[in-house]
């Protein structure tokens, strides 16, 4: 906003204006006033002197208009009707001076007229004679005169008494509104003292609180339908995700209560129900498993660490999804060796690391392929022929699936984003999440055979860990 369009210039600018024209006006009042007064002191100084020379007999003579008018400091005349005159100033009436003292004469007696020059006035001593004094105009004390500059002095104290007024009473409340106004829907907001006022900035401030009540209701309301929405979604995966292994350990408790061991081909053999058995187990994990990251992400909770090896959780996990790889014909090559020790839940690295194998198996599930995991603890050499360890611990998962779209590099953390048919979107985030939870990080990017995966882990600098890093 221009400085020359806020409020303070709009109501400064009249104001200075205003202040300017009083001013003005004061001194030209004055200046009047002095005026007057001066020409009432003149009219009573030629009264008192016609009186005196009336009560003194004094003559109208030349001597004596003389003597006065040393006594006065003015021109002094004496005028007997149809008479010059006295003294005889017929040498000075072809001048401007003159002609004017001259058209004083003939003016009305008791009134003070200003001429060329000067000032004139005629007051009778009888009927006769009339007394003329003719004075030269006397200074106007104008701006420097005492009183001016009081009155001034005074018309200025109460202009900025009256800016001072304008500016705490409607400025100042005004520019704190316009400031609070960008924050108005800030929680915190706290009160408005404005708001008690009677008047139009009170009526202002009210209906900002009322605003900012409404928005924050608002607010509430939306976070509210949010969360039953995002409820909703997350029951709606949850169950369709559950759906399929409950099936499968129906169907296989179904067969052992029925004393079928399996469904058998030509070639196979009874094994007295253990496959139904591992199987029933395998689709339990998987239901515990989603049962676990549900319960993450609806109450995160900060890692219970202790030392352990990433190595064994890996055999865990692909122990776990062994079946779902084969069915789906993935390969898997696990190039992890264990004696490498990180600081890590190892319930919940694991669950992060059975989501990215469940992803790999799943995204190469049409055609087959090879899902290779290989870990290293950051080993590097230097320029000068040495072996370095970052405090590190990288864990890659590269398949030969589709790899990741340009969408997916970039939200792949997004909670509920996914690509995949059925996907809910949680998988991924809740193992960016676990990793972030223990220091780490999750990279994912393509290669020329597909995706990759990467983790880093921090390695564990307890000394006494009973899991050592047997390289370094």
């Known amino acids: 906003m221009s400085t020359h369009s806020s409020l303070s210039w709009r109501l400064g600018l009249p104001f200075l204006a205003f202040v300017a024209a009083g001013s003005s006006a004061l001194v030209a009042w004055l200046q009047f006033e002095e005026t007057r007064e001066s020409q009432t002191a003149f009219l009573q100084t030629a009264r008192a002197n016609a009186q005196f020379i009336r009560s003194q007999r004094l003559p109208a003579t030349e001597r004596t208009a003389s003597a006065l008018g040393e006594v006065l400091g003015m021109e002094v005349y004496f005028q007997r009707a149809g008479r010059e005159p006295v003294p005889d100033f017929t040498g000075r009436i072809a001048t401007d001076a003159g002609k004017a003292l001259a058209k004083a004469m003939s003016r009305h007696a008791g009134n003070v007229h200003a001429m060329s020059g000067g000032e004139s006035v005629r007051v009778p001593i009888d009927d006769q004679t009339s007394l003329l004094l003719f004075r030269a105009a006397p200074a106007a004390g104008g701006l420097w005169g005492f009183r001016t500059l009081a009155v001034l002095g005074a018309f200025w104290a109460l202009s900025l008494a009256l800016a001072w007024a304008l500016a705490s009473g409607i400025v100042r409340p005004l520019r704190t509104l316009a400031q609070r106004l960008p924050r108005i829907a800030d929680e915190n907001a706290g009160p408005i003292p404005e708001a008690r006022r009677t008047d139009e900035i009170g009526q202002l401030a009210r209906a900002y609180q009322q605003t900012h009540a409404q928005l924050a209701a608002e607010r509430r309301a939306r976070e509210q339908a949010e969360r039953l929405a995002t409820l909703g979604r997350m029951a709606t995966g949850l169950a369709h995700e559950i759906n399929n292994p409950v099936a499968a350990i129906k169907l296989h408790a179904q067969l052992l209560e029925a004393g079928t061991t399996g469904i058998h081909t030509a070639a196979s053999h009874d094994d007295g129900g253990m496959d139904s058995l591992a199987i029933i187990l395998a689709e339990n994990a998987k239901i515990e498993a989603l049962v676990n990251q ?25 122990r776990i999804h062994a079946p779902a790889a084969e069915h789906a014909r993935v390969r898997i090559v696990n190039e992890t060796s264990s004696g490498h020790s990180i600081a890590a839940d190892a319930r919940r690295l694991g669950q992060a690391i059975g989501n990215v194998i469940i992803n790999a198996i799943q995204a190469m599930s049409a055609r087959g392929g090879t ?90 600098g307890d000394p006494k860990s009973e899991i050592r890093n047997q390289k370094s």
Request: include cysteine.
């Open 371 to 460: 899902l290779r995991i290989a870990g290293n603890d950051g080993c590097r050499m230097t320029d000068d022929g040495r072996a370095a360890h970052d405090e590190t611990f990288v864990i890659h998962f590269h398949d030969t699936g589709p790899g990741f779209s340009a969408a997916a590099l970039t939200r792949h953390a997004e909670l509920f984003f996914s690509e995949k048919e059925g996907g809910m979107g949680i998988g991924l985030n809740v193992t960016a999440e676990i990793l972030r939870a223990h220091g780490g990080e999750l990279r994912v990017a393509n290669s020329a055979e597909g995706a990759v995966v990467t983790f880093v882990l921090p390695i564990a």
């Open 294 to 318: 549900w319960m993450f992400l609806a109450r995160p909770q900060p890692p219970q660490t202790s030392p352990c090896d990433p190595a064994e959780l890996i055999a865990t996990a692909l």
